[in-house]
């Protein structure tokens, strides 16, 4: 199952992008939707959720999508994440997060499915690949196989380099 989040606090562009995605059907069985309105709403769910892919507005009230995406990036660095905004321009600070695609909502809807699929494709790419997951400071960390140099069992634990 494909976990599918979409941060925006606009109900309308979310209900949308959600419609826009849905209509891929390679995927759609396999799509378990989340909604969020706020950037904080989306980070304190991922501490229960590992979420496939995140489509994330820019432009929010409180905690914008550059804020909440370097957040992400902390719990998450393997996440497809996906900015989706009205008026935003990506900036170099956007970059820095390594989205994958910058969809705008203004963008013809044949240039808006191609970018979503390519997206979704990528999705399937990534969740295909193994991530070991660790239990650090209360908090979760995924990691690549390639990065991981070796492992070492200290004490009652494990050091992974």
Do not use: W
């Amino acid at each position: 199952m494909y976990e599918v989040a979409i941060c925006d606090d606009s109900a309308l562009d979310r209900r949308l992008l959600r419609e826009d995605i849905g209509r891929y059907k390679k995927y759609q069985e396999q799509i378990r939707f989340h909604e969020y309105g706020s950037g904080r709403e989306l980070l304190s769910k991922m501490e229960q959720i590992r979420f496939s892919i995140i489509f994330l507005d820019i432009q929010m009230g409180g905690m914008d999508g550059e804020k909440t995406a370097e957040e992400i990036r902390k719990l998450d660095d393997s996440v497809v994440l996906v900015f989706y905004t009205g008026c935003a321009e990506p900036t170099p600070h956007s970059f820095e997060v390594q989205p994958y695609r910058f969809i705008k909502k203004n963008m013809s809807q044949n240039e808006k499915n191609r970018n979503i699929i390519d997206a979704l494709d990528k999705m399937a790419a990534v969740i295909q690949m193994p991530l070991l997951e660790a239990k650090i400071n209360g908090g979760r960390l995924f990691l690549k196989p390639d990065d991981i140099v070796y492992i070492e069992k200290y004490r009652k634990s494990v050091k992974v380099y």
